[in-house]
């Protein structure tokens, strides 16, 4: 069974622009690493300016990905984006099965 999922991360504003980009890369790695896949292609946003400061930052690096995997495989990228200094914040979110349908990621259900 596998399920859809998207994940956004914001990196320090303070990291250079390639070290941030790298990042694209790093969240890919982790989820093939998981047996999972990235659906199309990472969104990238660039450097944004927060509503209010995070961490005493007032911009970070955006990125947002939509991805597929087994229930539990991504827990160690979760943990790796937790102990990352340059990740500011992550969120991984489970799609419903009816959004996951319409933006057209294929969940197998058992």
């Not at 970070?60 to 340059?86: F, H, I, K, M």
């Amino acid at each position: 069974m596998t399920r859809a999922y998207e994940l956004m991360v914001i990196i320090d504003g303070d990291v250079d622009d390639p070290k941030a980009q790298a990042w694209q890369k790093n969240v890919t790695d982790g989820v093939e690493a998981a047996g999972g896949s990235i659906h199309g292609k990472i969104d990238w946003w660039g450097k944004r300016q927060f509503a209010y400061p995070i961490n005493k930052k007032p911009a970070g690096y955006y990125l947002v990905a939509e991805l597929v995997a087994s229930p539990g495989a991504l827990d160690e990228l979760e943990r790796t984006l937790r102990l990352a200094d340059d990740v500011v914040r992550h969120k991984l979110i489970r799609l419903p099965d009816a959004e996951a349908e319409r933006r057209g990621m294929a969940v197998e259900t058992a």
